[in-house]
């Protein structure tokens, strides 16, 4: 395999002792080298490693279909990887004296794991869902540009969710076009943002919680509440906006912008 990235097996391998540390750069050669089987079989295996069985086999079964999809027949990688995850049993990440850089604001304490899922939206988008912690339940609404496996470990956003994830079920998932999620899709529009976010919260069995939307996702959080107010106890929104740029005043703004999108 030759790469042109910072990415290659050799640093994923490097890595192997810390899996957590691994994922982000195993993932990203996935997504370089969607072709290659030893990469898919790699990161199935430090899911495994990391605690994330179920995740490593459905990412198993998305190998298979992406190989499928650029003409490749699995030669045997992927079932070896398989038989592994069903095998593997997951390390003590808490005893374990692997440095963690993602953790280093809290040293001392253990953080809460997240567990990586997948569901299918009305349209058959597949979405990828985290639910993370103990305690009443609170969903964070997809926004633009996440990925629930890079923010977990990213310096901008890991403090806050794993402090939420402290004292409360914390869910999060990647919008259709996002992440985790299916990035091929049928339909961006605003309705489908919101089914994906109907999904994701009957995929995590909850029946009332708190939501918290972020950016784009306020507007989501607000759809979602006016739906379904039986559902939502509290609605927490943060940068958000009243209006989209497509109803500005000024039509200078919306004709740039209508330029950039």
Not at 13 to 35: C, G, S, T
Not at 185 to 208: H, K, M, Q, Y
Request: a negative charge; aromatic letters at 8%; charged letters at 25%.
């Amino acid at each position: 395999m030759c790469c042109g990235s910072e990415f290659s097996l050799p640093l994923v391998d490097r890595l192997k002792a810390d899996p957590e540390a691994a994922l982000p750069y195993a993932r990203a050669l996935a997504e370089i080298e969607p072709q290659d089987e030893a990469v898919w079989a790699r990161l199935a295996v430090l899911l495994a490693a990391a605690g994330r069985r179920r995740e490593a086999e459905d990412q198993c079964d998305l190998a298979r279909r992406v190989l499928e999809e650029h003409g490749r027949v699995p030669s045997g990688l992927l079932l070896k990887a398989l038989q592994d995850v069903r095998q593997t049993t997951p390390r003590d990440l808490a005893t374990s004296g692997a440095s963690r850089p993602a953790e280093a604001s809290f040293p001392n304490e253990v953080h809460p794991h997240q567990e990586i899922q997948f569901c299918h939206a009305p349209d058959g988008v597949r979405i990828a869902y985290a639910a993370t912690g103990q305690g009443q339940p609170i969903v964070k609404t997809g926004n633009w540009l996440t990925h629930l496996d890079y923010d977990w470990q990213s310096p901008v956003w890991r403090h806050w969710m794993r402090q939420l994830a402290r004292d409360y079920r914390l869910v999060r998932y990647d919008e259709r076009g996002n992440g985790l999620s299916d990035w091929d899709v049928p339909d961006l529009s605003f309705d489908t943002f919101r089914l994906d976010l109907e999904t994701v919260v009957d995929a995590a069995g909850l029946d009332r919680f708190a939501l918290f939307g972020l950016s784009k996702g306020c507007s989501v959080a607000i759809a979602y509440a006016v739906r379904h107010p039986e559902r939502v106890t509290h609605l927490v929104l943060y940068g958000g906006y009243a209006r989209g740029w497509a109803l500005s005043d000024s039509p200078d703004e919306v004709a740039q912008n209508r330029a950039i999108d």
